[in-house]
């Protein structure tokens, strides 16, 4: 009887030191998540300085109600890029552009119809696909290929 007590003792202690790994180990995690945040919200808000600055549109203009289409090219290009190529979520851009997170996916979703229709149907809506490709190239991001041009 006193091997089996000493056994589950022993298994408690173990189970015990695995937990308290486990949580030093989701405290890193969220440490380094946190982190990786600040870093992606960092670069997007130079990279908009920077966007903003080459295509002499000025930041303000950019983060208002504005919807004249240079701004809101820039804006919905932005919010795609910051989306889909820096992995952030539609919260955090949404803060940046002073919106909410259903705007942010509204303008998302207006570029991936653009170039949905560009590459299945050939149609360029617009100024979207030409300027997309240049804030990508601005940013320093990989152009973004079309299935049409492979």
């Known amino acids: 009887m006193e091997d ?16 308290t790994r486990l949580r030093r180990t989701m405290r890193l995690y969220e ?3 946190k982190l990786l945040s600040i870093q992606k919200i ?8 920077h966007v903003c600055e080459t295509l ?5 203009r950019v983060c208002s109600r504005e919807r004249s289409l240079d701004v809101l090219i820039v804006r919905q290009s932005l919010a ?4 889909e190529k820096y992995g952030m979520t539609l919260s ?4 940046m552009f002073n ?4 705007t942010i996916i509204n303008n998302v979703n207006r570029v991936k119809d653009a170039i949905w ?6 149609i360029d809506s617009g100024l979207i696909i030409k300027s997309l490709n240049s804030i990508c190239e601005i940013v320093g991001v990989k152009e973004i290929q079309f299935k049409n041009e492979e």
């Open 42 to 49: 960092n670069r997007a808000t130079e990279d908009l300085k």
């Open 4 to 19: 089996i007590l000493k056994e589950i003792t022993d298994k408690q202690k173990e189970i015990s030191l695995l937990y």
């Open 31 to 33: 440490h380094d998540t």
């Open 99 to 102: 919106r909410d997170h259903s």
């Open 92 to 95: 955090s851009i949404g803060l």
């Open 80 to 83: 795609y890029i910051f989306n």
């Open 117 to 122: 229709l560009y590459e299945h149907k050939g």
């Open 56 to 60: 002499d549109v000025t930041t303000d």
